[in-house]
């Protein structure tokens, strides 16, 4: 789960973690505020799931009322398009108001899990202000690591050594160390899985602040922190995603053209490879996860509300669940939802014989594939006869 900047940087406070003052703002009057609390000059930014804001127009500087006025008043409202947003932007329904702060210098740091490993690192470069993949492509000797002890955390000297690598006076090389430290301790506590300060900057009499924060959470683990949960925003989300995870449904938006519905991650990624392999692009990954008839007809509705799907592939092993009572739930949300795109169904494992017998039985126009290969041949090929018919019309 994300949250929004202003959201990360309460949270980091409570930490003791140094953030610039400010506050959130929906209005300009709110915005006006807010800087008549923390005083002139301030930074007004766009407070929406992605970044590249700056370049977008989503940040401003304003020295007095008049120019917060009308950074507020632009910004707010404004469909704000980065290269992570959709391609018809992002709504800026808030912005964050805060002191403006002159960096001497911008660091990065940050933390996610090193699945290699199977434990934490911390990353830290001289290189701030810059997106770090970038970094690591042109410059990957700026790029340092610290690995995190399970059973020890992270350690004040290894937040000290980052520090003189980067060469930092011994100053902030204590500040830094410091701070990674009780950044490291936010992580584990929240269950996070990205905690990224870019730019952490040094200010001009010598403070280390969170300029920026990025705050991303274990999904699984929120049922841990319901104060959390309720930080999600989702008109920041995609709609189907958000769909999808109301009915337990593990779905996630492509481009593509075939829409999938599958049980268990590697076969969904599997059934994504293949249509490829046929020729096709993939609407969506969706794993149904225990498949049981209501979820396979919560994911037939979550896939057809995607206009751009223009052929269905189900492909189910049955494991645990059985053949007949998926192709029960295929059948029946077939049915309610009037499905009038091509559906093909591959069926494996535990009754599967009995399930690929329904199906045909059933007198609906449904193609029961013998393996994968013909599944997602006949799903590529029905798509792409459809999608030719779209364009044929417009």
Known sequence: MKIHEYQAKALLRD???PVPRGAVAETVSDALHVASE?????????QIHAGGRGKGGGIKLARDAKELQGAAGSILGMRLRTPQTRPEGQLVQRVLVEEATTPAQELYLGITLDRSLGRLVVIASAAG???IEEVAATSPEKILR?????????????????????????EQVR?????AVRLVHFFQENDCSLAEINPLVVTTDGRLLALDAKVNFDDNALFRHPEIRALRDVSEEDPLEVQASESGVAYVKLNGFVGCMVNGAGLA????????????EPANFLDVGAASAERVASAFRVILSDPDVKSILVNIFGGIARGDIIA???ISAVREVGLKLPLVVRLDGTRAEEGKRMLLESGLPIYVASDLLDAARAAVAAGKQALGATRGER
């Open 328 to 330: 029960t739930g295929i």
């Open 146 to 170: 610290a690995v995190v002890d399970p059973s020890l955390g992270f350690l004040p000297f290894q937040g000290r050594d980052l520090g003189f690598r980067m060469g930092l006076p011994w």
């Open 38 to 46: 923390i005083g002139y000059p301030v930074v007004v930014k766009a």
């Open 269 to 280: 990624m599997a059934t994504m490879d293949v249509i490829k392999l046929m020729g096709g």
């Open 175 to 179: 500040q830094f160390a410091e701070f």
């Open 15 to 17: 930490f003791g973690v």
């Open 129 to 131: 202000g810059m997106e």
